[in-house]
């Protein structure tokens, strides 16, 4: 592990685990390829995210009037269901002064959170748990690093959101892979960072530019996200001793189905 000049590291805090049964307020299209579906309600209380590519777990079972989400208890999670319904993780996005949460899917074909959210109404029920836990990640590297594809990016539009408002000399470069051009739409309000936008099929081409990086001998943050083969090879690219693992984040958004 490179030698470090300070401390100052991602660090880990756990969260009550809980599972709330929320209220479809509103969604809205923002973007092509993306459906932001905003949701509330009296279980939202005591929502705590502190961490930018936080995951909820999302439910999705076959009639919402008759399932019960279950509840997290000192012997374990606690089912007084009997189905067991799909699920999936998603980053939440939530607003303090409006006490709403926000999830943003990326539409696809055959995706069940994505069929659900295209057909959603307001006053559907979404079942939700979490976060488990948060890695809180310090705002203020000097030189940080955000690769991903187009399911990080509302990970990475909640990052870069927030170092938005710190004042200058953070260097950010994020590297996205897009099967659409038109899903550069989802960081237009993010384009005083520099957006480096790559075809979803040539994991080459990113890598040859991850060969490119200077990483600084200490104040540096990465982050690499996407389908789990992907990154993995991607981020071999950093499994180097000059490399803290403890500042490098690589994380499975999603896993490809076998043929």
Not at 31 to 48: H, I, K, T
Request: net charge negative; aromatic share 10%; charged share 30%.
């Amino acid at each position: 592990m490179a030698e470090q000049k300070n401390e100052n590291l991602p660090r880990r805090v756990r969260n009550e685990l809980r599972f709330r049964a929320l209220t479809v307020l509103r969604s809205e299209t923002i973007a092509p390829g993306f459906r932001r579906v905003v949701v509330g309600g009296p279980e939202l209380e005591g929502f705590v995210s502190q961490g930018f590519d936080d995951h909820i777990k999302l439910f999705f079972p076959t009639d919402p009037a008759t399932f019960t989400a279950p509840q997290a208890t000192d012997e374990g999670i606690i089912w007084s269901s009997d189905e067991r319904p799909p699920s999936r993780d998603y980053t939440p996005l939530y607003d303090v002064q409006r006490h709403e949460l926000a999830l943003d899917f990326f539409i696809h074909d055959g995706g069940v959170a994505s069929d659900w959210a295209q057909r959603v109404q307001p006053g559907d029920t979404l079942f939700a748990g979490g976060p488990r836990g948060s890695l809180i990640v310090p705002e203020n590297y000097g030189w940080q690093l955000y690769v991903c594809d187009e399911t990080g990016m509302p990970a990475l539009r909640r990052r870069l959101e927030a170092l938005s408002r710190l004042a200058s000399g953070v260097k950010v470069t994020a590297i996205v892979a897009i099967r659409d051009p038109a899903s550069k739409a989802y960081l237009a309000h993010l384009s005083d960072f520099d957006i480096e936008w790559v075809a979803a099929d040539d994991e080459q081409a990113i890598a040859r530019r991850l060969e490119t990086l200077e990483i600084p001998a200490d104040d540096y943050f990465l982050w690499v996200t996407g389908e789990g083969k992907v990154v993995k090879r991607l981020s071999s690219r950093f499994e180097t001793p000059e490399v803290d693992a403890r500042r490098l984040r690589a994380v499975a958004y999603w896993h490809e189905k076998e043929t």
